[in-house]
């Protein structure tokens, strides 16, 4: 099963991010067959990390949240809030295989929150600058909850655009990077 995971940073909680990134980055490295994809949101300065994404195939939402809520970070207080949601990885490859690479262009998580009937569980018909898509669902799965697209766009307008806007209560664009060691 996979399941789409971010934790959002609590305010002023950098230094301690800082001081936990090997303890983080070892915390993951226990779940690198499992990950499709990983790495942190930032503020519209580029700079300044808001939080962090991670989509991970486990075998059930029990160990999702294990996964979720063991996490160092979360659990030294850096974080403010994790939003966990069964997703259905509708490329059906990792972040690695993007064939677009690591760092050319503008990255994005596009974030639709639902409500209503299902919208865009196919991705657009240009899915060259995809690098994750698909929809958020209910733990059992039966329900749509909304819609999680890692992407590269020119500039966040047309990240969001990726999304039917008036088939969802919010869309959150954030700037995203590819996580993990160098």
């Known amino acids: 099963m996979e399941f789409f995971c971010y934790h959002r940073d609590r305010l002023d909680s950098l230094a301690l991010r800082e001081e936990l990134l090997e303890e983080h980055w070892s915390y993951m490295d226990r779940y690198a067959k499992e990950l499709i994809a ?12 808001t939080g962090s994404v991670h989509i991970v195939d486990l075998p059930d939402p029990a160990a999702a949240r294990a996964f979720a809520f063991d996490e160092p970070n979360y659990q030294a207080g850096a974080y403010r809030d994790v939003l966990l949601r069964r997703w259905r990885n509708v490329l059906g490859r990792t972040m690695w295989d993007f064939p677009g690479g690591r760092s050319d262009g503008n990255r994005y998580l596009v974030l639709g929150l639902g409500e209503g009937a299902a919208a865009d569980l196919a991705p657009p018909p ?20 909304g819609t999680a697209v890692l992407l590269r766009a020119p500039d966040p307008d047309t990240a969001r655009a990726t999304l039917t806007a008036d088939r969802y209560a919010d869309i959150e664009v954030h700037d ?3 996580g993990g060691r160098r």
């Open 38 to 49: 990983r790495g942190p949101t930032f503020a519209g300065d580029g700079e300044t990390p």
């Open 126 to 145: 240009d899915r060259d600058e995809l690098i994750a898509y698909g929809p958020l669902l209910s733990d059992d799965g039966d329900t749509w909850l």
């Open 176 to 178: 995203w990077e590819f």
